[in-house]
Each structure stands twice: as structure tokens, then as C-alpha cells.
């Protein structure tokens, strides 16, 4: 029997609710075989990030040769890369390796509004990284950081941000919706061949940390299984969709909670 593997390349969350710790969750709870390459050291809650270890680069490179040396590699999903040297460590080991799959999802700022990315690695993250990525998984706020614009504020503008987003490289934008207005939160896939929209009903709880670095898990998680990139994003999305509906169930700080990653099970 065939095990898919993801490898989840990003931060790790010291609290449990995003980050490296949400992506592993995120893969077990679809079935997926976990894997991790860790760029950053956070010193985290549900209330804030107080502190910021970086990795550094040549033992983000050794932790990447020796996941992919080894295992066999479905999908890769990148997040938080704090820094230019981790890009360019990450962006050599994908071309060593040639992974299928590439999900990044650009983490700048935190739930708690903690930011996340140094500016200097935005222009990296732009010419370097999007490049090499099958989808990017952007919200709102960041689609518009990246392409130095305002928050789009209706649907006509979030699509022509994803085709400009498009423009730099990647093959798929998911904008996300969940920063939005109104009672659906609406995910735009932008592809070569148009846009779908993608909408769930948006969910009443400030238990939301650690949402987009699931969703991105998620999808990789399905694209590791062998879905196709539409599927992978709708399966992701209604997965992460019921998470978001049941981290009320628990109690986890006093800040924003994390989703419940296993709310099939308890």
C-alpha cells in the first residue's frame, strides 16, 4: 500500500494552534503521513507572539535533503519563511528535489495581528517562491501586500488581484475570503482557465488560529492523495469550514483559539 506524505515547510507554533503543529494535525486528520522541515522557532500563544528564533539556513537545507533523500514526497506546503537566506535555502532544495506539489501559503501576520514576515523577505517571497508554487493561498490583506495595492472590497477587484497575482509565476491563486464581509465567507480559485468561486457560511467564534495555515495543509494533504487542484481546494475548504464550526467545543487559552483538526473524532 501507497502512503501519501506531505511535508509541511514553516514555523513552529510553541501553543499548538498554527504552524508546524496545525499542519501536522491538518495531514492525520486526512489521512495523510506528516512530515516537517521547521524555519522558525515562535514563541506563541493564543494571545500573541512574543518571541521570533530563526532557523538557520544551512540546517533548513539539511532538514529539507534529509526528508526528501528518504521519503516519498506527495506535496510540500511552505509557510511562515521569516527571512531571505531561509528562502533561498528552500527555493534551492525544491530544485534539487522537484516536488509535484507545491502549496505556499504567504504568512505575513499572524491571527493575534503579529507580524510575521520581515519586509525585506516580501521581494523574495515575490521573485523567488511564487514561481515555483502549483497554488498560492493568500487572504485578502495579503494578496493586496504582495502586489502593493489596497484590500479588494468586492469580487471583480479580488479576481483581477489574483490574475496579476498569476503574473508572477504560480499556477493557481486561492484568495481567501475569511477577512471579508457578510454571511458567507467566499474563497476565489484563479487559474489559467477563470475563476470559481468558492463560498461557505461564515462562522460566529474568535477560535480561529491557526485557520490558513490548516486550509493550505489541507490542500496539499489532497493533492498528496492524488486530487486534482479544484477538488483539493473544495475538499479543503469544507474541512476547514467544519473545523472552524467546532473550536468552540474546547477551551484553549484565553485569546484566539485554534479550529478543532479532529472534530470527526471528539
Known sequence: M???IALTIAGSDSSGGAGIQADL???AALGVYGASVITALTAQNS???SGIHQVPAEFVTAQIDAVFSDLDVGAVKIGMVAHPPVIDAIVAGLARWSPKHVVLDPVMVATSGDRLLA???VEALRTKLIPLASV???NLPEAAALLDE???TDEATVEQQGRRLLGLGCKAVLIKGGHGQGAESIDYLIGANGAIALAAPRVATKNTHGTGCSLSS???AGLAKGEGMETAVRNAKAWVTAAIAAADRFSVGHGHGPVHHFHKYY
Open 25 to 27: 494535525k491538518t495531514f
Open 150 to 152: 489596497a484590500v479588494a
Open 136 to 138: 498560492i493561498t493568500p
Open 119 to 121: 519586509a525585506e523577505a
Open 218 to 220: 489541507a490542500i496539499a
Open 2 to 4: 501507497t502512503t501519501p
Open 47 to 49: 494571545q500573541g507572539v
